[in-house]
């Protein structure tokens, strides 16, 4: 059973591009979140979706980032235009369907974004 | 914000039990406490939570007040691969619709 797949698991780009970063969660888990970890700070919440939907995106800049989970594909976190202040570790968690949940999220390895 | 306060750090002699502190003083009778760890670089980690139980799996123990006030997670003998950032968090029993929020966690460091 494959765990949360994120890819890709390092992105360079510079200033003024686009980045899109993929989240494949675990098979049966209709719930993902998306975590944001500067270098050498803690995790800070960014986004939670279920399919089609979003939950809660309250710590979600409110400019050039946006997120979505299709009905058929991977979670993408899009960040338009990425400054350098962008660059971080980007992190995926996915949990079961609510009814079947015992509250754990599982996290995948993480996308690297450095920008130019 | 965060519902938790832990120390930012300690130290644990390799093959010693770790105890790691925990206190969540205003959480409520529907709110589970959940310990999660973050090894550098890897993605944070699932490890142990509980309601008002002790509870025990393969990692770890965790220890819970009886007020439930606090907690203690306990790694019975730790390991340098135990060196990490471990995090507590207070969430309710359903938590939809909640977000898991980290704190900054306490840096454990196992020494040999």
């Known amino acids: 059973n494959a765990g949360v797949m994120q890819n890709p698991r390092h992105l360079v780009r510079r200033r003024g591009q686009e980045a899109r970063l993929r989240c494949s969660p675990m098979k049966g888990h209709s719930h993902v979140y998306w975590y944001r970890q500067l270098p050498e700070e803690g995790l800070k919440f960014m986004v939670y979706?279920?399919?089609?939907?979003?939950?809660?995106e309250s710590g979600m800049p409110k400019e050039r980032f946006s997120a979505e989970f299709p009905k058929e594909g991977p979670s993408i976190l899009r960040i338009q235009q990425v400054v350098r202040g962008d660059s971080a570790a980007y992190f995926c968690?996915?949990?079961?369907?609510?009814?079947?949940?015992?509250?754990?999220?599982?996290f995948g390895e993480g996308s690297r974004l450095t920008v130019l | 914000d965060a519902k938790t306060t832990q120390p930012p750090s300690m130290d644990c002699a390799e093959g010693r039990a770790a105890n790691l502190p925990c206190n969540h003083s205003t959480i409520s009778g529907n709110e589970y406490v959940y310990w999660y760890r973050q090894i550098h670089s890897q993605g944070p980690q699932y490890i142990i939570h509980g309601l008002k139980n002790n509870e025990t799996n393969e990692m770890a123990s965790l220890i819970i007040t009886e007020d439930r006030k606090s907690s203690t997670l306990i790694l019975p003998h730790a390991t340098l691969r135990d060196t990490a950032v471990y995090y507590c968090i207070v969430i309710s029993r359903d938590n939809y619709g909640q977000n898991f929020v980290f704190g900054p966690g306490t840096r454990l460091s196992v020494l040999p």
């Open positions: 968690a996915s949990s079961p369907p609510r009814q079947l949940r015992s509250g754990e999220l599982f």
């Open positions: 979706l279920q399919k089609e939907n979003i939950i809660d």
